[in-house]
């Protein structure tokens, strides 16, 4: 796939003139330099021109939202115990194309240790896969993005694309996950555009769960949910990784010698191992399913092939389920913790037949086991050390001329002493 210097190429540019901006202010503050010189800004979504101003629009818009309409409390769903299911399938062709959304981050450079500035790079993207095949793609070569690992540009795309400001600790962020964040966003902005193109029936497949830790908002995530749902579209996330083990469970259903793909869900124990609670009842938030959850992802354990002994967690849209379906038409949420969610002989159904078609596209010898679409959109994605060393170049090709580098940047930034020293 060809790398596509042009807009990155422009925007490294562009940040190494503010970082560089920045260095030339932190030395006139020691005597250095005489602060004369001409450097543009980076971020073209820049919207203030300090964190005070930015508060000041957040503590607004805070304001406004309260001053809303008052809906009356959700409906509280029944605590029902969560009871071990497992179901046999076999494998069923999926009458639509399956599609599958996927990201990548890395850090592209940093300064001392990756918390006193540098930037990251994000791609995104999605393949639509029919009878074992890549049928569509975009984009069409793998495209990156530059992601300044600046606070002021994590509040402006989340208020431009989600109408909503962040509250968030720039101390808290590394390089990374200024990257990490944006990736999370560019997926669920691009779930949300799928999900206006595809057909009813249609199954949507992300790599990870149905949830984001700071970033789409949780409210931008459940009118995701509520949407497919009311379409007809299905999706769902796939963990590669996942604190929740369930491998006694499987252990146990393969030393039967069972050979057919299986699904349960996990026991209240197993999850409240994986996502203890620090004080208190469920007071880990991350399988929540209400406003101070993360997302909308029912977690299932599956095995989708008879021929590998391994298994993943699906995420399943709560609103697929009968007990959420009550709120597809309001501004509710179903205030309960997924292990508490109750699931109907209809549900149970209704997750055999979906994993019964994710199956069939998962016994590809090169990712046996394995969705092959969301394989497919991996390789798109994917951000190769070549990627990394290509950006680093640009950057060093932006600083040399000016007599700086990287180093000095980042040796001014750890000590000043140690550019105090020479003189």
Known sequence: MAFKFGTLKADVAAHIDNMVEEWAALQADWGLTDGNLDFSIVNALRIWDSLQDCQVVWQTSKQAKENEQVFPLPFQLPLMPATEFSFDFGKERCPQPVYAIDGGDQTAYEFTNSRRGGAGLATYGWVATQEGAV????????????????VLDLYNFSLLAFNQ?????????????????????LEFLQLNYLIDRVQPGTII?????????????????H????????KGVIIMGIAKRS?????LHFEEYWDTGQVSSSWIRPPAPVLDEAFRSISGEDTNQFLYLGEKGRGIGFPIAATLSPLRKSYYIVDFNCYDFEAAKPYLNTMELPEVHAKYFPLTT???DFISLVLAQVAYYSDKVTCLGYPFPTAAAHKLVKITHND????????????????ITLKDIKDFQEDPRKILDAF
């Open 135 to 150: 049928v569509e793609k975009f984009p069409k070569a793998r495209e990156l993005q530059l992601v300044p690992a600046d």
């Open 165 to 185: 400001a962040l509250v968030l600790s720039p101390d808290s962020l590394t390089v990374r996950k200024f990257a990490a964040l944006r990736r999370t966003q």
């Open 205 to 221: 497949l992300l790599d990870g769960f149905l949830k984001a830790m700071f970033t789409p908002p949780v409210r931008f995530i």
């Open 223 to 230: 009118e995701i949910g509520k949407k497919t749902a009311r």
């Open 243 to 247: 604190k929740i083990n369930m491998w």
């Open 346 to 348: 209809k549900d149970k």
């Open 388 to 403: 990394v060393r290509k950006v680093r170049s640009l950057a060093r090709s932006e600083l040399l001329p000016r007599g």
